[in-house]
Structure formats: structure tokens, C-alpha cells
């Protein structure tokens, strides 16, 4: 009677050894969790802000527009996008205003950014700034 109880305590030992080894050999799901971010657009310019796109950081893998229904960004108002999926430390964010000028300005992913735009804020018209 007694080895059949220390044959059952080792069986179930064994078991739950054998249990932890296999969960310990599956990939952790927190470190596969993509963290996302929120941005908020301030428009303190004179431009309208007509597009805004998201890429990752030195690259030209463009999103489709963020804004929907033909909405835009005019002069002292501003639009927030938020809970952004991330696969990156940083995303890029882009405005494009009413002259086809790009804007852009990068963000840290995890955290909540706000990007002003101002006249001063550089522009890319395709060499025609």
C-alpha cells in the first residue's frame, strides 16, 4: 500500500514537472504585445491640413489616410488619433496640407504625443518650398 502511494506521488510529480517544462518551453504573450500610442494634431498654422498618414522611421511604407470623410485640420483646430498599433520604438507621423506640402514629425510608441504644427514647422513641396 505504501508503494502504491509513493508510485502515485512520483507519477504526479512527474506530471506536473513535466507540465511546467512544456509551459515554460511556450513563448510569453506579454513580450508579443505591440504596445500602441495616441497622438494629438494641433494646427497652429495657416495651412489645412488635408491627409495625415502614419510610417515607420526611414521608410517610405506609407498608411492609407487616418482621416476619414474628406475631414482636415484647419488653422487652430486639431485631431487626435489614438490607440495606434506599434511594431516599432518610434512611428513617423505625416500631414499633408492643402498645397500637397508633406509634414512630418516622429513619435515614441507607448506614450501619448502632442505635435504642433506651426508656420515655421518644415515642409517637403517636392523642391518647390
Not at 21 to 43: C, D, E, H, K
Request: charged share 15%; with cysteine; glycine share 8%.
Amino acid at each position: 500500500m505504501r508503494n502504491s502511494r509513493m508510485m502515485r506521488n512520483s507519477l504526479g510529480l512527474l506530471i506536473l514537472c513535466a507540465a511546467l517544462g512544456i509551459l515554460m518551453l511556450l513563448p510569453p504573450r506579454l513580450s508579443s504585445a505591440q504596445p500602441s500610442t495616441s497622438v494629438n494634431i494641433v494646427n497652429n498654422s495657416n495651412r489645412v491640413i488635408r491627409n495625415v498618414y502614419l510610417s515607420h522611421v526611414g521608410s517610405d511604407d506609407w498608411s492609407a489616410d487616418q482621416m476619414a470623410n474628406d475631414a482636415t485640420i484647419g488653422p487652430g483646430q486639431s485631431f487626435s488619433m489614438n490607440n495606434m498599433a506599434c511594431d516599432q520604438q518610434q512611428i513617423k507621423v505625416i500631414g499633408e496640407d492643402q498645397e500637397g506640402c508633406f509634414l512630418s514629425t516622429v513619435v515614441t510608441c507607448g506614450e501619448s504625443s502632442t505635435w504642433t504644427i506651426t508656420n515655421d514647422t518644415a515642409t517637403d513641396c517636392g523642391g518647390n518650398q
